[in-house]
């Protein structure tokens, strides 16, 4: 049998019976657990946001958005879209938007003033696979129908298959009119993203092109949606346009668009991240060297016993490798098992719920990755092996017994 493992094995209960040293073991043990369970849950939970919130910025409508040149009056967009397939491009949707207001059962009764959004049948389908909550958007580019969100559809108190009346708002010899227009609701969205729900009425962009009296292939911009939400990727986009169309074409980009505040709030996960994971790197050092020291301590008399017997340093120095062993591997088998159940729980039943408006999400989300698994415990290891090291040579091998 292997010595060094046989020893600790079975000195490991005598060890536990002295009351300060077993006080310190399960504060150690208890802090490796909980460090465990918090990290695991920091990362899965806090890139759960991002990847979930930036998953509906990608789909919403283009990070990227190129319009008309407001100083070039006769300058419109045509559907040509190969010439915004740059690199890092994946698809490329036409769309107009035009201000309105909102006249509930036919009446004249202006509720209030949103922006209706011209789409094309082709338009993001994954914006109605993630987003549209009820009603299909069939009848959307065949008869006079419209898409509203939840918030509004609540706010204007209609019933499915409402009439309203809809007012666009136009400019005509340098005077405002309205043009009116019956539509009917056949769908409602959401996509907990207030700065769009609150704001958007969603519908066929002929509508907009009948009214501005535009030819079929002028539209309004183009929306140009990429793989992610990276800074430089767009502004390298963003910049390829500018070069190539500045005189005719204004382009921008989701950071300097009204959802700018939730772009830094999202950066923000970055920082909470890595506050968190040193609060616990720190909690789990200061509690490892005060085991390590009590334990080395505590152990003198059976060092020295063991130099004279003519063991090793290479030998003592196992045997105090597997002491840490006895207190590391339990704790992560009990923190990444609770951390898991935990993750897999929520992930399942939603348990744990948040205010949509506040957070952009309605229920936690949970990302399981298992380099974050791997990265925590990897991590964990070696911050418990390293400060034991150090004390190790630094009371023993220099100062000590171990010459």
Known sequence: MNFEWFFPENNWKDCRKKKILRTIVLVTQSTIVFSVIISILTFSVGFGFKKVINQKFLNIQGPIIVVNNPKKETCFLSLEKKTYFFNSVNFVYPFSEKEVIVCKNGGKKNVDRFVFKGIS?????????????SGSKKNLFSRSEILLSKKIYNLLKLNKGSSILIGFISIKNGKPFVFYKKFYVCGLYDTGIPEFDNVYLIGDMKHIQSINGWKENFVEGFEIFISS?????????????????????????IYNQYNQDIIEWLN???????????VVIIAIIFNII?????????????????????????????????YIMHILIPPLIIGNSIGFLF?????????????????????????????HFLCVNISIILICFFPFFFLFYLLLVKFLLLK
């Open 268 to 278: 923000v996960f970055n920082v909470n991240v890595f506050v968190i994971i040193f």
């Open 229 to 253: 939400l990276d800074f430089k990727r767009m502004e390298s986009i963003k910049k390829e346009i500018d070069r190539k169309y500045s005189d005719k074409f204004l382009v921008k980009t």
């Open 343 to 371: 993750l897999i729980l929520q992930k399942e039943f939603r348990f744990i719920s948040l205010n949509q408006t506040q957070y952009y999400v309605d229920v936690v989300p949970v990302y399981l990755n298992i380099n």
């Open 121 to 133: 049948k082709d338009y993001n389908p994954v914006f109605f696979k993630n987003f549209l909550v």
């Open 290 to 322: 005060v085991f390590s020291l009590i334990l080395l301590l505590e152990r003198m008399k059976t060092i020295g016993i063991l130099k004279t017997l003519g063991a090793r340093n290479k030998i003592i120095h196992k045997i105090f490798l597997y």
